[in-house]
């Protein structure tokens, strides 16, 4: 399997800590989000399995956290995957990831929308009440968000002066990665996320993009028809194995 994705979607949402041990990444982030807290498995291995899984339950433990693993859906991870299964890892979170080909995309020119290179206190005021994120992870995510290297797409919709939908893409290896989509509940079911979504994608374009993807859980029925209309297609999946 191409991991190129993977890559791009740990440097769109980057952990506080990260440690790299045998081709397994390993991130941490005040256990906020399995994204940032979790094993992903992305290059060649050596050393035997037993081995690698009472290391990464280690770090886990010392930083007081359940140890999550990332599982794509590929053979590079059968055997991972069947070992996780035999130690009783609860599988949860399954995602699609999809991809699409912007290069037809039409330019995008909705009213409110306002596109910026960078996040502001606004923009993260909003996803945090949005998503209402609890307290005690504010901290984290901000630090997250602020943490972003990679060229960024960050918009917002307004209507009534106030924001209603926020989200962001992220841009590398040819493709822009969609993120963090999220709408006031008051505004959702008007289509102001796939006005932020097509905007990205189409800002994406002019800056020589011609590839997007993004990640949408399988029990998010409404957001996975959203993405099939827009011309997204799944590539594969992943989910977590959890335990504690």
Request: glycine letters at 8%; charged letters at 30%.
């Amino acid at each position: 399997m191409d991991f190129t994705i993977e890559e791009l979607a740990m440097g769109a949402w980057p952990a506080i800590k990260t440690c790299f041990y045998d081709g397994w990444v390993i991130r941490l982030a005040n256990g906020y989000c399995n994204r940032a807290n979790s094993i992903n498995m992305i290059y060649p291995s050596k050393i035997k399995m037993e081995e690698k899984l009472n290391y990464c339950d280690e770090i886990f433990m010392r930083h007081n956290l359940p140890v999550a693993y990332k599982i794509a859906g590929c053979d590079e991870h059968k055997a991972i995957e069947q070992k996780l299964d035999e130690l009783r890892y609860q599988k949860i979170n399954e995602t699609a990831v999809q991809v699409c080909d912007i290069s037809a995309i039409s330019k995008a020119n909705y009213e409110g929308i306002i596109i910026r290179d960078e996040f502001d206190n606004q923009w993260k005021d909003s996803v945090i009440d949005f998503n209402r994120i609890e307290e005690k992870h504010i901290a984290t995510f901000k630090k997250i968000i602020d943490s972003i290297a990679m060229e960024k797409i960050v918009v917002r919709k307004e209507t009534g002066g106030k924001i209603a939908g926020c989200g962001y893409g992220v841009i590398g290896s040819g493709y822009v990665g969609v993120f963090d989509i999220v709408v006031n509940e008051k505004h959702r079911g008007k289509g102001y996320g796939r006005e932020i979504v097509e905007t990205i994608m189409s800002e994406a374009g002019k800056r020589g993009v011609r590839k997007s993807f993004l990640q949408v859980m399988i029990n998010n029925p409404i957001a996975m028809k959203l993405y099939e209309k827009m011309g997204y297609r799944e590539l594969y999946r992943y989910w977590y194995r959890k335990k504690g």
